[in-house]
C-alpha cells in the first residue's frame, strides 16, 4: 500500500432494505431470480460507494452477495446436507441448528470469483475479499462423516485453497479468512488451526489476513464478553504460532476491548487491521477516540505496519451508524498519519 496507514472495514456492511431485512444475520433475500443477482450488484455498488465516499482506502464488497459469512460459502461445497440438521454449540457460546456433513466435502464450482470480478471492475482502489476460516466452518457445522474437526479442516482447507487462487486471478489484493475460533480453541489452533489456514493460503502471492475479533455485536457475544474478566488475554495464547506462520496481516479487535494493547508485541514483523471502531454499539465514535487507539497501536507495531480497521463486520448495524463509523475510521486515521509523518 502506497499509503501511510490505509483503512479498511472488517468485511460486512449492512444491506439495504430492499434486498434484505436490516440489522438481523441470516436475513432472507427480498428479491429472487435475476433481479436477485442484480439486486447483490446494485448493493454492491452502493457499499463500495459508501466506503469511498466515507474515504476508505481498501474496499470490500461489504458482503453484498452474501447471506452469512460463513455459510454462504459451506453452500457451495457437496458433501454438506443443508436439510438434515443438528443441534451444536457454536464457539462453545450459544446453541444453533446447523447443517450436517454427510460426505467427502469438495468445492464443485466457484463461489465468490464473479463477485469479486465486479468489484474489481468498479474500483481502482485496492480490494480485500473476505472467506471464513477452516476452524470456523468446522464449527459451524455438525459432522457425521470425517468425525474429525481436523480432518474436515483440512478439507476445508483444500476447499479454501482453490477459491482463494481464483479471487487472486480476478485482481484480489488481500485475501482475508474470518478466523472467530481462534479466540475460543486454543489448543486447536496451535495444533491444526494455523496450519489449515497456511493450506489455504498455499502458492498465493496476494496479501493475506485472518481476522480474529470476539465477533458480531450480538447479544451470545457481548454476554460472552462479560464472562471474560478485565483482561482479555485470548490473543495470547494464539499470536506466537501465528507469529511464525505465513500470514501477512492479522487483524484484531481493540476499540473498548479489554485486550492490553502490549499483546500486539507478539506478532511484531506482521501488518496488523488494528479494530478502532466498536461494532457492539451504535454509538460513533469521534475521530479522536479512533486516532486514540490507532496511537496506544503505535506503541507495538510499526506505522508502515499498521492498518485501521473495525473491530468486526457491521452487518447488523443500522446503515447510518456503519456509515458513521466508517467516516470517523477515515478521519481517525488521517489525525495519526499527519502526526506519524510529521
Ligand atoms: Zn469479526
Redesign the pocket.
Known sequence: MARLLPTST??SLPKPSWLAEPEVLWSPWKLEGEGLAEGKRDALRLALHEQRHAGIDIASDGEQSRQHFVTTFIEHLSGVDFNQRETVRIRDRYEASVPSVVGEVSRQKPVFVEDARFLRGQTDQPIKWALPGPMTMVDTLYDGHYKSREKLAWEFAKALNEEARELEAAGVDIIQF?E?AFNVFFDEVNDWGIATLEKAIDGLTCETAV?I????GIKANTDWKKTLGSEWRQYEEVFPRLQKSNIDIVSL?CQNARVPMELIELIRGKKVMVGAIDVATQEIETPEEVAATLRKALQFVDAENLYPST???MAPLPRHVARGKMQALAAGAAIVRKEVEG
Open positions: 472488517a468485511g474470518d472467530p481476522h475479533c470476539y465477533g458480531y479487535e473491530n468486526c463486520g
